[in-house]
């Protein structure tokens, strides 16, 4: 309402223009492949090579008797290139055809005497690694492992899988201890993960077990459908890093106001002082042997059949990409596929080109071609793609497997991913992820074959980022092409990346206007957030000049009147120096300089 003003005087009015816009979040790539361990479908957000390792694991045995060998993933090769310097990083997990957790069944889980299991505890990881032994223990608190050695150690166990332990029961006040242990611990030398204390089965208890470790899971619905979702059962969320519960036995109410306990079947449904094991994880189906690095296939990517939409893992990358579709979900701005190849896998690659494009916020760095293949094939592998929101890079790269001490074949997405967040860290999303400065591959041992100019020429004619090698400077990317066939502004990576970056800002940012007066007012703190923005980045050379326009002249009454509030951005993105050309000019003596 209008203030009323008739008699002379001094009138003092506020008007707010403090107002900070909310900046953009953390944003990072996200990962789609096979790890050892960790939940699987799921999207799982790591800020650290360490806790990508914590959840996801890192390398693992493969094969029998002499012919073992140590692995790692691509997927964690990536990871850690990435991770070097980049702050979060959204993973999602491969496994395939029923993969499952692991559960102390009731069988052999924490039991009551004589009357069954108190509760169940599940894995948070899915997959046969969580799988530590069956228990068949007595309830007496003398129980073990069926598979345990002398020691007290699990024949089975390993430093990736899991054990727990029940302790310090108290049927006068109705609570116990609950531990987690690694799975390649012993008896005499416990490692214990986590530990909790005066645990109850009483759901009126602020130590009620499910409310002290959870029991959310994760569930894909939908899956192998355009729009697959995440379904989300249980009350309490997860506080465990390990393990969610399934409470069997409630003891409602343990104690009663004198102190006693209220009904005499409850110390009976109290858990005993026993150990035990996990088991029953599932991968589903993975081919053996799995063809790994320089021996990936069409039809064998590190195990899994992706060769075609009727292939047997398809629809568990399909899934994954089209649940980081949700772009309120998942704040994302670059995709990496480590292993998945577009010479052998071109209907995922159009995929997750296409999730990309849909978005309009996030770039997906794409490998054209298996190990060894020719040059001609690999400029072959653009031809049908013409898209500024991904970009291909030749050839693999020798990189070193740490944890098997063996120099492995790489193909260069596992690589690229750190060139990006590396150039961003030092740079900003508009600099060029190329060159001797932001572009190099430091953990590169040597490329598969080292370019000449002629090389370079062709596979740039043809829209292929070359990693060139150089005598004492090592490998680096040399190019920075999208797959756009049109000759633009946008046929180059900084530009995508700027354009990215920028709607990611005003969309953010300005998401608080929305609902609000289509004013003049409005209008004013829509470019009081967005013209500082533009600034910042123009004087960090993004920019050669930009305009922003929301006033009258694009919201006019018909445009207010369909509730609409218009703006119009313009952009002159700065250009990066990728031909450098010097005349020298020879002349004779005594011949002045030109001024």
């Known amino acids: 309402m209008a203030e009323k003003i008739v008699s002379p005087g001094v009138f003092t009015r506020e008007v707010d223009q403090s107002f900070l816009p909310a900046g953009i979040a953390a944003i990072g ?7 050892v361990k960790g939940p699987a479908g799921v999207p799982t957000v790591v800020t650290s090579y360490s806790e990508y390792q914590q959840i996801f694991g890192d390398s693992f045995s493969s094969g029998s008797g002499a012919v073992q060998k140590q692995y790692q993933y691509l997927t964690s090769h990536a990871a850690k290139n990435y991770l070097k310097s980049g702050n979060a990083l959204t993973v999602v997990r491969i496994l395939v055809n029923s993969a499952s957790y692991a559960v102390s069944p009731a069988t052999s889980n924490v039991a009551a005497t004589g009357s069954g299991a108190a509760f169940k505890l599940y894995t948070l990881s899915d997959g046969a690694l969580l799988n530590s032994g069956n228990y068949s223990g007595s309830n007496n608190g003398s129980g073990s492992a069926s598979d345990e050695t002398t020691n ?24 116990f201890n609950l531990s987690i242990r690694r799975g390649d611990d012993t008896g005499k030398r416990k490692i214990y993960l986590e530990q909790w204390n005066n645990l109850s089965l009483d759901p009126n208890s602020t130590q009620y077990i499910a409310n002290v470790i959870g029991d959310q899971v994760y569930t894909v619905r939908d899956a192998g459908t355009t729009a697959p979702y995440l379904q989300l059962s249980g009350s309490y969320p997860n506080s465990s890093k390990y ?60 195990g899994f059949n ?46 997750a080109i296409q999730m990309c494009e849909n978005r309009g916020d996030c770039f997906v760095i794409v490998d054209p071609t298996m190990y060894g293949d020719s040059l001609t094939t690999v400029i072959n592998q ?13 050839p693999w790269i020798q990189t070193r497997d740490t944890t098997s001490g063996q120099n492995v074949w790489v193909p260069p997405s596992t690589m690229m991913g750190g060139v990006y967040s590396f150039n961003d860290l030092v740079g900003a999303e508009w600099f060029a992820p190329a060159g001797l400065n932001r ?13 000449t100019r002629s090389n370079r020429d062709d ?6 980022n070359p990693l060139a090698t150089f005598p004492n400077t090592g490998v680096a990317a040399w190019g920075q092409k999208t797959l756009q066939k049109k000759a633009s502004a946008l046929d180059r990576i900084n530009v995508r990346r700027l354009l990215i970056n920028a709607k990611k800002f005003v969309a953010s940012a300005t998401k608080y206007l929305v609902f609000e007066q289509n004013t003049t007012v409005t209008r004013n703190r829509f470019l009081g957030i967005v013209n500082p923005y533009f600034e910042n980045v123009q ?18 009454a018909d445009v207010i009147d369909r509730n609409q509030m218009v703006g119009a951005i313009y952009l002159q993105p700065s250009k990066t120096a990728e031909y450098i050309i010097v005349d020298f000019n020879i002349l004779p003596t005594g011949a002045n300089f030109p001024e």
């Open 382 to 394: 653009t031809t049908s793609y013409d898209s500024n929101y991904a970009a291909m890079y030749y």
């Open 439 to 451: 572009g190099g591959l430091d953990l590169a041992i040597q490329a598969e074959r080292k370019l």
């Open 459 to 464: 596979l740039y004619e043809g829209s292929i």
């Open 152 to 175: 007290g150690a699990l024949v089975s166990g390993s430093v990736d899988n899991l054990r727990w332990e029940v302790s310090s029961v108290n049927s006068t006040k109705g609570t």
């Open 29 to 35: 790539a996200a990962l789609i492949g096979p790890t």
């Open 306 to 351: 992706i060769s075609s939409p009727a292939a047997s893992a398809y629809n568990a990358y399909n899934d994954a990409i089209n649940l980081l579709s949700n772009q309120d979900e998942y704040d994302i701005n670059l995709l990496l596929l480590p292993g998945v190849v577009n010479n052998g896998h071109s209907a995922l690659v159009t995929q």
């Open 539 to 556: 004087q960090r050379q993004g920019l050669y000049a930009f305009r922003v326009v929301m006033d009258e002249s694009n919201n006019t």
């Open 243 to 302: 393990v969610r519960v399934e409470v069997l036995k409630t003891t409602y109410n343990y104690l009663n106001s004198n102190g006693t306990i209220a009904i005499n079947a409850y110390s009976a449904s109290l858990p005993a002082a026993v150990s035990g094991t996990f088991a029953n994880g599932s991968n589903g189906f993975i081919a053996h042997p799995q063809a790994f690095n320089e021996t990936i296939s069409a039809t064998n990517s590190q």
